[in-house]
């Protein structure tokens, strides 16, 4: 089964540092994989994704996420985090056969940004 | 705004009562979703419709009963609901299930609270 797993509760970071926010996955086949954020009371904002194609994909709010085969990891990055960025991150990928298609997703990261 | 309106964005109901949740999007998509996201839990995927037809039911109790007249609506009924059913309802929809064009866009969520 697909699967993926975010380590970390939360993460730390001054404003104007790089971040970093974990992902690993568990995968048969070729991942798919995602980015969502979630802002307090709003739903989840797609931030970018992974089908095929070059390693480092570049997403929505300067965000961009490396994929590394060897290993099994997709973790989101930023080089100047901004105190706006403080929310929930969330990882998913894609389980997808014949007759269903759905995310399996993490259990988040809480991202905090100190001014 | 990503496309997708829920409403209401907040609910509270009686374990007796019978509510209605609506999602609504506005992108063209064929495919809907309903999610269910408690505290302290991964995001748990509900139910799944394609072209109006349910394609996937995740074991969900027979207290919530959903229903997509067409493909840009989707409605989760709701009867006799039980404290632990309180959490953030979110829907979301895609392009179509299995399809190429595979990210899901979410709506804000409605916040259930059942006392």
């Known amino acids: 089964a697909q699967s993926v797993a975010q380590p970390e509760d939360q993460v730390n970071v001054a404003e104007g540092n790089p971040l970093t926010v974990k992902c690993t996955y568990s995968v048969s086949g070729n991942p798919y994989l995602f980015w969502y954020v979630q802002y307090p009371n709003r739903g989840l904002q797609f931030l970018l994704k992974?089908?095929?194609?070059?390693?480092l994909v570049k997403g929505s709010y300067g965000f961009e996420a490396e994929f590394n085969k060897s290993q099994t990891s997709f973790h989101l990055k930023k080089p100047s985090a901004l105190v706006s960025d403080s929310a929930l991150y969330f990882c998913a990928v894609r389980d997808r056969t014949y007759n269903t298609d759905k995310l399996i997703f993490g259990t988040g990261t809480r991202l905090q940004v100190f001014p | 705004e990503t496309g997708v309106t829920q409403t209401p964005r907040h609910l509270v109901m009686g374990m007796t009562n019978k509510k209605s949740l609506k999602c609504e999007q506005h992108l063209g998509h064929n495919a809907m979703y309903w999610y269910k996201q408690s505290a302290k839990k991964p995001l748990e995927l509900m139910f799944v419709?394609?072209?109006?037809?349910?394609?996937e039911n995740n074991s969900v109790p027979s207290r919530f009963s959903p229903e997509c007249p067409n493909s840009s609506h989707l409605f989760l009924h709701l009867h006799t609901l039980q404290p632990e059913d309180s959490a953030l309802y979110l829907c979301a929809s895609s392009q179509a299930v299995a399809g190429d064009q595979d990210t899901q866009y979410f709506g804000p969520g409605t916040r259930l609270t059942v006392l």
């Open positions: 992974y089908i095929t194609g070059d390693n």
């Open positions: 419709y394609n072209f109006k037809e349910q394609t």
